[in-house]
């Protein structure tokens, strides 16, 4: 049987709603092998941990249907039968798609800002995403047909120009990547062969929760109060922040729940107190979120995840 196919000529089609929409297989949480971070994919040795903790920021980018340039030495399918060769191009998806969309931007912002640390360029990405659609609804999952959580889509969808002026920060110092570690469990003979400053010991009191990180997951909560701190830093002009948090099911509070700037660079430090109560439901995790605004221009955003044990 002889079969005829006509192909139109390529278009760009904009304003399709919903948009953005969670691949089916882009990968969820929760994390098995740190709790504490949300949404990271399985460390297979502690150099793994650190480049995850370093350079990957914890955010969604387009990557469904991406025209990519491609090695004209493959085929256009990767199939072993497929003996295609010689496209310059293609349409591919993935993390392989997405991750250059946020180092592009990663790049833009350290053009802008060059004397930002990667955990703040990272923390400036995170914070200002989106987690609403075009249509000013939560983004859809096409996995199973419901609404997407933090798990799918960490702190949201990247927004380049938002994160040029995120107003504060989450920075991270290098002791503190190194307390961490230390949390996690790894001895001080593996620490510091990762650390230049032989110097450095180990924290007796510090907790992954406390990781200075634009996120917050607890994942084993019980009916005591959890401490979980935080310090930004401000980046941009003098200004009051005040705190509006919410975790549907916990007793939650940020003290203190408003924050005044008076310089760039300032750093100020604040608690966010967390309880569960004895209707909190254990089986399932419940999604918040942590906003700072200072009711002009900027919202600073940080999920909130947790579960009662």
Request: overall charge positive; charged content about 15%; aromatic content about 8%.
């Amino acid at each position: 049987m002889n079969a005829t196919i006509i192909m139109s000529e390529a278009k760009t089609v904009f304003g399709i709603k919903p948009a953005p929409i969670m691949a089916s297989f882009s990968s969820r949480g929760p994390n098995l092998v740190v709790p504490s971070i949300l949404k990271v994919k399985k460390f297979h040795s502690l150099a793994t941990l650190v480049l995850f903790l370093l350079f990957q920021p914890h955010i969604t980018a387009p990557g469904v249907n991406i025209l990519a340039a491609f090695s004209e030495a493959a085929s256009a399918s990767n199939l072993p039968s497929d003996t295609r060769r010689g496209f310059p191009f293609n349409v591919l998806q993935g993390t392989s798609m997405s991750c250059p969309h946020i180092a592009g931007v990663a790049g833009l912002l350290k053009t802008l800002h060059p004397n930002w640390s990667p955990a703040a360029i990272k923390s400036a990405i995170m914070t200002t995403a989106s987690a609403r659609d075009n249509t000013k609804r939560p983004i859809p999952d096409a996995f199973d047909k419901t609404l997407a959580t933090p798990f799918a889509y960490g702190s949201g969808h990247v927004e380049p120009d938002l994160a040029m002026d995120p107003g504060l920060v989450y920075d991270i110092s290098v002791s503190d990547y190194l307390n961490f570690l230390c949390a996690y469990g790894y001895d001080q003979t593996l620490i510091l062969a990762l650390n230049s400053n032989k110097s450095f010991t180990c924290s007796k009191s510090v907790s992954t929760t406390d990781l200075n990180y634009p996120s917050i997951t607890l994942p084993n909560i019980d009916l005591s109060v959890v401490n979980v701190t935080r310090t930004v830093t401000n980046v941009g002009p003098p200004s009051t922040y005040n705190a509006n948090v919410n975790l549907p099911g916990f007793k939650i509070v940020v003290v203190p729940n408003s924050l005044t700037f008076k310089k760039p660079g300032e750093k100020k430090t604040f608690i966010v107190i967390v309880q569960a109560t004895r209707a909190t439901r254990p089986v399932n995790y419940t999604f918040g979120e942590l906003r700072w605004t200072n009711n002009v221009t900027h919202i600073v955003r940080s999920p909130i995840v947790a579960r009662l044990n």
